[in-house]
């Protein structure tokens, strides 16, 4: 199994229950920030895509009349059911699914959140446009993802960094890339928020299995970052105390 999406759903089936316990997937200000600038209303029908561990999904489930989550990786959706049963929240419907190709008819969602997962999609262009399609006029799309430095070299070094850690990373994007690629897919963005995650290179390289000689490659490639990939990571510590800041976007935007 060598293309993207195979390689993503094999890394995320050896690895869905990391997802459902990560503390940095399972909270914080970036969730809730998701949660407020989705702003639902109780007659909404939702959907969350690349659910992942059903963080985002289940957040938002309480506040809306249905709720869709859909995922790439059956073993996912399973963590995802698991949490939601054991969180005591009902009514989630888990679709198995490609977040480029919706399997959904047009105009179905008033609100379509996607949170920590675009950066594995080959074709965000799709994605958006698969996103713009299931909208129906006037509705709501929360996009939330780590985000690269406007600097094309730090940007690289990030996105190598990345998939050195997780095969499975395709891209993440500058906040202008994605600007760009909502305006293509017609959506209009109406709050833009960053976030900072300190992590322990420890932790975010065990949650995919990480061999001990890749995190000492991980290690050394933070050590050589040149100084604006530096400042952007932020990098801290020695050994197993290193941690770095991973940048983190989330974007509101309707559909005219
Ligand atoms: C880090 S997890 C998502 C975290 C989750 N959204 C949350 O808020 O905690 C990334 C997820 O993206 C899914 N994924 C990757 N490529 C996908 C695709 N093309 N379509 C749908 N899901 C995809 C993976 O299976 C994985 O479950």
């Known amino acids: ?11 995320f089936a050896a690895h869905a229950h990391a997802y459902v316990t990560s503390e940095s997937h399972a909270g ?14 109780p007659e909404w029908v939702a959907l969350d895509v690349a659910t992942g561990g059903g963080h985002t999904a289940i957040a938002i489930a309480p506040f809306v009349a249905g709720m ?10 399973d963590a995802a059911r698991g949490l939601a049963a ?7 419907e888990f679709v198995l699914g490609d977040a480029e190709a919706l399997p959904f008819p047009d105009a179905s969602f008033d609100l379509v959140t996607c949170r920590i997962a675009a950066h594995h999609f ?13 909208l129906r006029p006037g509705g709501r799309f929360v996009l939330h993802d780590q985000c690269v430095p406007d600097n094309a070299a730090a940007a690289t070094f990030v996105n190598l960094f ?8 395709q891209r993440s994007l500058a906040e202008g890339a994605w600007r760009e ?20 290179l420890e932790t975010w390289s065990a ?31 020695e050994g197993s105390e290193t941690t770095f800041t991973i940048h983190q976007v989330v974007i509101a935007a309707s559909k005219g």
């Open 1 to 11: 199994m060598t293309d993207p999406k195979s390689r993503s759903r094999e890394r």
């Open 28 to 41: 914080g200000e970036d969730l809730e920030a998701v949660v407020r600038l989705a702003d639902a209303r």
């Open 68 to 77: 869709v989550a859909l995922d790439l990786t059956p073993e996912m959706l």
């Open 86 to 92: 054991e969180r005591d929240v009902a009514g989630i």
């Open 122 to 134: 080959p074709d965000v262009q799709a994605f958006a446009d698969a996103v713009a399609r299931v």
């Open 162 to 169: 990345e998939r050195l850690r997780d095969p499975s990373h």
């Open 181 to 200: 690629v909502l305006r293509r897919a017609n959506l209009e963005i109406e709050a833009v928020e960053h976030f900072e995650k300190r992590m322990s």
């Open 207 to 237: 949650r995919q299995g990480c061999t001990p000689q890749t995190v000492t490659q991980l290690r050394e490639l933070l050590a050589d970052a040149g100084e604006t990939t530096a400042a952007w990571m932020a990098a801290e510590g």
